[in-house]
């Protein structure tokens, strides 16, 4: 009955032209009886006034609505399949009716677009803004018609017994479709959002949407979206489908053909009601749950341009570019080891000493790439036979001995446990008190490093790779582009990865690290062959070979790259350490090693090692959740810094044989009265005593800087302290060497030197900061930027080439540095 006498009712009162109501306004009586029905507007009975107008576009319609009566406006227009034209519905209410908004339902073809004004946007907290003026771009639907004629409609309703002044204005947009490298502008707000049409050229499959302002704020978001109605263009609905991604000054979104069928798109840009996305400032929270807050001024200039994307044989250059980089290295290393024989072999030939060597020493010798002359020094030496009959029966001893050594049983000699507090507080030591102990144990002992690090990586990769996938899944499906801090403006898409040269540009650690295995590899082979055949050189000269140590900083360089490679699938806040674990692994273990040289026997074991480091990550998961601008934190890391740099260095300068038990405080105190009060001597041990004075000088540095300045980025600053003291003991490793007379020869010079070179620009291009997820995402696109090297990578893409090779290099510096000692007996070496 309802229905019924509301059609009697629209049938009696309407008017308008026969001509454009017997089907058009028929539908329109009929949507709104319907409509009116599901609502209860109307009581039974009620009766409203319903007036339909044929409307013109560009005409500014000024009218009142009350909730006795109803407007329709009707337009017609020509819809083309080979031209686009946009159709833009502007509103303003005059009067404020926050109580009884007006209703307005534009009804088209395929589609129904409904809003009231004023509009009420919702932002933080249920935070209410209200807008008077509003401006909706209405969606085409596709025609398979050359040429057709379109209706459409707007109603405007009310409940409001008083009547509401409004505008109303539909104007066609000329400029709705995008050209290819064309800039365009157009102005936006919260309540009137823009979008346009952008059609692939044919032979261009993938492209870049790029969107820029001059102004920071308001904070908007940028969406790309299938042709289809409705269009999602409302702060509260731009994130339900396509892509996305906030921006302040900078946005960019790569696009490919294959997912959009109709090879077209829209680009919607949507101002949001609050900047708090973008990083901005919080507004303040309302008194009363219902308080309605002005907005004020939210509009936003922006410039919108659409470029063709790099084609398929950029990719292919990109990729051949990176794997000749790194291949180039494996031909360079073939070339030098056949350069160290020639020069081997020529030496050989040219000594007038008339020695005769018998084949099998050449040919071994000749093998060797540690540069171990041993033959040549026996000859020169008149006792050097009689020294080698006398190591006969060490080797024989050695090999008849147990093949079963227990982990922990490292000291060997029966006397060692009574005298090496004698021997390691000497005031001038040499390697040979200090590798005392059976060479097979301590290999065994550095071996563990090696696969206690393989053991980590294992375990370590398998679920990050698992994460990643679920990241990258993540971001493909829903579209959010805020999820990972990529550079976009050259982000290159592969199959389902977002950025795929991030990934391929750290192919050069798990190469060179490769790389680095197999020199080490062999130098361990050619040692192993000359104990066996009992040189003299390899029993009792130079610094002792222990090559476990470099197997794990050649596993950490390898996991390096695969771990950051799947830091770089999907880069935020959460998965940061992915990134950042085995780079303090490799500091570590560098320290390590430069400490192992001169202190074989007294080096920290793997199980110690890694569980310092593992506080160290430990730590800096700490920071970064908890470290943001909070003192507490910071006065208890800075305290335990300080602590720890103490402890290491009593452990240092005491070389192990410094207690730490119940009675270790009575000690100190006993120690500072004796050697400070009582007789003021000086330091027994100037050299370790410079060393560590210098390294407590740097490491309170850093945690005063740390307490008072409290960075953001904690991950990098602990890094940086790492970095920091590796570098200083590596400079005081190559002060002391010098200064005990030893010379460093020409290829780990030549190392050296390309070494810091290679440091010196990557460095540089770390520092450039493409991104940071230590800020919204928003404002890290203000810092993209386009790409630099064959229009494939970027400043980062290019650290980590850089860096990767520095790494190596720095490898090769630790692994050749001591190769002038080779012939030198280890009671005449030096240990500092």
């Known amino acids: 009955m309802m229905l019924r006498s509301c059609w009697k009712s629209r049938h009696k009162k309407s008017s308008g032209p026969a001509s454009c109501w017997i089907r058009p306004g028929l539908t329109a009586l009929l949507w709104l009886c319907v409509t009116q029905f599901i609502c209860g507007s109307e009581a039974v009975g009620?009766?409203?006034?319903?007036?339909?107008?044929?409307?013109?576009?560009?005409?500014?319609?000024?009218?009142?609505v009350?909730?006795?009566?109803?407007?329709?406006?009707?337009?017609?227009?020509?819809?083309?399949?080979?031209?686009?034209?946009?159709?833009?519905?502007?509103?303003?209410?005059?009067?404020?009716?926050?109580?009884?908004?007006?209703?307005?339902?534009?009804?088209?073809?395929?589609?129904?677009?409904?809003?009231?004004?004023?509009?009420?946007?919702?932002?933080?907290?249920?935070?209410?803004?209200?807008?008077?003026?509003?401006?909706?771009?209405?969606?085409?639907?596709?025609?398979?018609?050359?040429s057709e004629t379109q209706y459409f409609f707007v109603d405007v309703s009310t409940l409001s017994s008083q009547g509401t002044n409004y505008q109303l204005r539909v104007s066609r947009v000329e400029s709705f479709t995008l050209q290819t490298?064309?800039?365009?502008?157009?102005?936006?707000?919260?309540?009137?959002?823009?979008?346009?049409?952008?059609?692939?050229?044919?032979?261009?499959?993938?492209?870049?949407?790029?969107?820029?302002?001059?102004?920071?704020?308001p904070c908007s978001v940028m969406s790309v979206q299938d042709i289809q109605c409705p269009v999602y263009d409302l702060d509260n609905n731009v994130a339900f489908i396509g892509m996305y991604q906030t921006m302040t000054?900078?946005?960019?979104?790569?696009?490919?053909?294959?997912?959009?069928?109709?090879?077209?798109?829209?680009?919607?840009?949507?101002?949001?009601?609050?900047?708090?996305?973008?990083?901005?400032?919080?507004?303040?929270?309302?008194?009363?749950?219902?308080?309605?807050?002005?907005?004020?001024?939210?509009?936003k200039v922006i410039d919108v341009?659409?470029?063709?994307?790099?084609?398929?044989?950029?990719?292919?250059?990109?990729?051949?570019?990176?794997?000749?980089?790194?291949?180039?290295?494996?031909?360079?290393?073939?070339?030098?080891?056949?350069?160290?024989?020639?020069?081997?072999?020529?030496?050989?030939?040219?000594?007038?000493?008339?020695?005769?060597?018998?084949?099998?020493?050449?040919?071994?010798?000749?093998?060797?790439?540690?540069?171990?002359y041993g033959y040549m020094g026996m000859d020169k030496n008149p006792n050097a036979h009689?020294?080698?009959?006398?190591?006969?029966?060490?080797?024989?001893?050695?090999?008849?001995?147990?093949?079963?050594?227990?982990?922990?049983?490292?000291?060997?000699?029966d006397d060692i446990d009574s005298d090496k507090n004698i021997v390691r507080t000497k005031k001038f030591l040499c390697v040979s008190d200090l590798a005392r102990k059976d060479k097979r144990i301590l290999s065994k002992k550095y071996q563990i490093y090696f696969w206690n690090i393989a053991t980590i990586a294992v375990f370590y990769a398998l679920p990050v790779i698992q994460l990643v996938i679920t990241y990258q899944t993540v971001v493909n499906v829903t579209g959010n582009q805020d999820i990972c801090f990529y550079n976009f403006l050259c982000a290159h898409p592969l199959g389902a990865l977002s950025a795929f040269n991030n990934l391929l540009s750290n192919l050069g650690y798990v190469m060179l690290g490769l790389l680095f295995l197999l020199i080490v590899l062999k130098r361990d082979i050619v040692h192993n062959r000359a104990l066996v055949r009992n040189d003299l050189n390899a029993l009792e000269c130079g610094i002792p070979k222990h090559f476990g140590l470099f197997y794990a900083m050649g596993t950490a360089l390898m996991m390096e790259g695969l771990l950051s490679a799947c830091y770089h699938v999907c880069p935020n806040y959460t998965n940061f350490q992915f990134d950042t674990s085995f780079m303090y692994m490799i500091a570590g273990l560098c320290m390590l090693k430069l400490y192992q040289k001169r202190h074989p026997d007294i080096n920290a074991s793997a199980y110690t090692a890694y569980a310092c480091l593992a506080a160290v990550i430990f730590f800096s998961v700490l920071g970064v959740v908890f470290g943001k601008g909070n003192m507490v934190f910071w006065i208890v890391f800075s305290v335990i810094h300080i602590l720890a740099t103490l402890l290491l260095s009593t452990q240092l300068y005491?070389?192990?044989?410094?207690?730490?038990?119940?009675?270790?405080?009575?000690?100190?105190?006993?120690?500072?009265?004796?050697?400070?009060?009582?007789?003021?001597?000086?330091?027994?041990?100037?050299?370790?005593?410079?060393?560590?004075?210098?390294?407590?000088?740097?490491?309170?540095?850093?945690?005063?800087?740390?307490?008072?300045?409290?960075?953001?980025d904690f991950a990098s600053y602990l890094l940086a302290i790492a970095i920091c003291n590796l570098l200083l003991y590596f400079a005081f490793y190559i002060i002391m060497k010098l200064r005990s007379g030893e010379r460093i020869k020409c290829l780990p010079l030549v190392c050296?030197?390309?070494?810091?070179?290679?440091?010196?620009?990557?460095?540089?291009?770390?520092?450039?900061?493409?991104?940071?997820?230590?800020?919204?995402?928003?404002?890290?696109?203000?810092?993209?930027?386009?790409?630099?090297?064959?229009?494939?990578?970027?400043?980062?893409?290019?650290?980590?080439?850089?860096?990767?090779?520095?790494?190596?290099?720095?490898?090769?510096?630790?692994?050749?540095?001591?190769?002038?000692?080779?012939?030198?007996?280890?009671?005449k070496i030096f240990v500092f």
């Not at 034209?85 to 009804?107: H, K, N, T």
């Not at 009231?116 to 596709?142: D, E, F, S």
């Not at 365009?184 to 820029?212: C, H, L, R």
């Not at 009689?386 to 000699?413: A, F, H, P």
């Open 752 to 827: 050296i030197l390309f070494t810091a070179v290679v440091w010196g620009f990557a460095l540089y291009f770390f520092f450039q900061g493409l991104s940071t997820w230590q800020k919204t995402p928003a404002e890290s696109r203000e810092h993209n930027r386009d790409c630099i090297l064959l229009s494939f990578f970027d400043d980062h893409d290019i650290w980590h080439f850089l860096s990767s090779i520095a790494m190596f290099g720095s490898f090769l510096v630790l692994l050749t540095m001591d190769d002038d000692l080779d012939t030198v007996q280890r009671d």
């Open 654 to 712: 005491y070389m192990g044989r410094w207690r730490f038990d119940s009675g270790v405080l009575r000690r100190i105190v006993y120690v500072i009265y004796t050697d400070c009060i009582r007789q003021c001597s000086g330091p027994m041990y100037i050299d370790r005593m410079v060393l560590l004075v210098m390294g407590n000088i740097v490491n309170w540095s850093l945690a005063a800087y740390g307490l008072i300045e409290r960075p953001n």
């Open 249 to 299: 000054k900078k946005g960019a979104i790569t696009v490919q053909r294959k997912d959009f069928p109709s090879n077209s798109f829209y680009v919607v840009v949507v101002v949001k009601t609050e900047d708090e996305a973008c990083g901005g400032p919080l507004r303040f929270y309302p008194l009363r749950p219902d308080e309605l807050i002005d907005a004020g001024n939210r509009t």
């Open 386 to 413: 009689k020294r080698i009959r006398s190591l006969e029966s060490v080797g024989r001893s050695r090999q008849e001995s147990l093949s079963s050594v227990e982990e922990d049983d490292y000291d060997t000699l």
């Open 181 to 217: 490298d064309k800039k365009f502008s157009f102005t936006a707000s919260p309540s009137q959002p823009q979008y346009f049409k952008y059609v692939f050229p044919d032979g261009v499959d993938t492209v870049i949407v790029k969107v820029n302002s001059d102004m920071t704020f």
């Open 305 to 372: 341009v659409v470029s063709p994307a790099i084609n398929s044989e950029v990719y292919v250059m990109g990729m051949l570019f990176c794997l000749g980089i790194f291949l180039s290295f494996y031909l360079l290393t073939l070339l030098v080891a056949f350069f160290t024989n020639f020069c081997f072999w020529l030496c050989l030939c040219s000594s007038d000493n008339g020695s005769t060597l018998s084949s099998e020493a050449i040919t071994d010798s000749a093998t060797s790439t540690d540069n171990n």
């Open 46 to 64: 009620e009766t409203k006034n319903v007036v339909q107008k044929d409307a013109e576009f560009d005409v500014t319609y000024n009218d009142t």
């Open 66 to 146: 009350t909730s006795e009566n109803q407007t329709i406006y009707a337009f017609n227009h020509t819809v083309s399949r080979n031209k686009t034209e946009g159709v833009r519905v502007s509103v303003d209410v005059l009067s404020q009716g926050f109580e009884s908004p007006i209703l307005f339902v534009v009804r088209q073809k395929q589609a129904v677009l409904s809003f009231q004004v004023p509009l009420i946007l919702r932002g933080l907290y249920q935070r209410k803004y209200p807008y008077n003026h509003l401006g909706r771009t209405l969606c085409q639907p596709p025609t398979r018609a050359a």
